[in-house]
C-alpha cells in the first residue's frame, strides 16, 4: 500500500482519527495499519497534536460572570425534564427484573461541550445508517438468526431481544464502528421510526442509571448494564423511547 512519498492510506487514517469513517472502512484501516510503519506514525502524531491542543497553558479560565451567563442561557435553552414525570419506572414491570439499570429512574441531564462527543457520534451514526442500504448487514426479526450473525465479527456477544409483541420489533443488525472499535448495532421500529441500538463491552464499568439527552432532533438514552454499555436513539419522542428501554430490559 506504500508509495514513494509515503502511504496514501495516510489520508483515511486521519479521517478514522476524527471519526469519519464508516465500519468497512475503519476495519480495513485496523488491518492495513498492523502492518504499515507510515501508518502508525502518523496515528501516533495525530495523537501528540490533540494532547497538545488540549494542553492547559494553551486556555484561559472564563470570568465567572461569562460562565454564569453561559450557564443561564443554556438552562433555558434546553428542556429539562424532572425525575417525577418518568414514574412509570415504578409500575409492575419495574418488579420483573428489570435490574439495576432498568429499574432507576432516568436522570435527564444537561451536557456540556466537552461531555457531548459520544452523543454528537451516537446521533451521526444514526442518520449515517438511515440512508439507503446502510441500516442492516442482517435483515431478521428473529433474534435466533441476528445474534449468531455477531459471531466472529466482532469479540462479544451482545443481547439481543425480540419486542414485536410490545410493538417494538427488531428489524436486523450490522457491525458498526464508534468510539475507536467495532460495535454491534441492533435495528428495531416502532411504526415508522427506526431505533437504534449500539452495544459493547463496558471494560469493567458499574451498572449504571439511564441518561437521556437531545440532540439534533433525536432522542438518545445510555446506560450500562451486566458488562455491556447501550446507546439508543430515534426521533421517537422521549416518552416511547424511554418505554422502548423499559420494555426491552424487562425482556428475556
Not at 487514517?13 to 472502512?25: K, S
Request: proline content about 5%; aromatic content about 8%; some cysteine.
Amino acid at each position: 500500500m506504500s508509495t514513494a512519498g509515503g502511504c496514501k492510506m495516510v489520508l483515511l487514517a486521519q479521517a478514522d482519527f476524527d471519526g469519519e469513517l464508516d465500519a468497512a472502512q475503519a476495519a480495513e484501516l485496523e488491518t492495513h495499519r498492523a502492518g504499515c510503519p507510515i501508518c502508525q506514525s502518523a496515528q501516533r502524531e495525530f495523537a501528540g497534536a490533540r494532547a497538545a491542543l488540549r494542553h492547559e497553558g494553551l486556555y484561559r479560565r472564563a470570568p465567572d460572570s461569562l460562565r454564569r451567563a453561559l450557564a443561564t442561557r443554556l438552562a433555558a435553552a434546553t428542556e429539562m425534564t424532572p425525575v417525577r414525570s418518568v414514574a412509570w419506572w415504578r409500575g409492575p414491570a419495574a418488579s420483573a427484573g428489570l435490574g439495576a439499570a432498568a429499574a432507576a429512574a432516568i436522570s435527564f441531564l444537561l451536557l456540556w461541550p466537552g461531555q457531548q462527543s459520544i452523543v454528537d457520534q451516537i446521533v451521526d451514526d444514526h442518520v449515517r445508517a438511515l440512508q439507503p442500504g446502510h441500516l442492516e448487514d442482517v435483515v431478521s426479526s428473529d433474534r435466533h438468526t441476528v445474534k449468531p450473525w455477531f459471531e466472529g465479527r466482532i469479540d462479544f456477544a451482545p443481547p439481543v431481544k425480540d419486542l414485536a409483541d410490545k410493538q417494538f420489533p427488531l428489524k436486523g443488525g450490522r457491525l458498526d464502528y464508534l468510539g475507536g472499535r467495532p460495535v454491534a448495532a441492533l435495528v428495531y421500529e416502532r411504526g415508522m421510526h427506526v431505533i437504534n441500538m449500539f452495544v459493547w463491552p463496558a471494560a469493567g464499568a458499574a451498572d449504571s442509571t439511564a441518561t437521556v439527552a437531545a440532540h439534533n432532533g433525536y432522542n438518545v438514552i445510555h446506560w450500562v448494564q451486566e458488562g455491556m454499555t447501550i446507546w439508543v436513539v430515534s426521533d421517537l419522542e422521549k416518552a416511547q423511547l424511554a418505554d422502548f428501554v423499559r420494555l426491552w430490559n424487562a425482556a428475556s
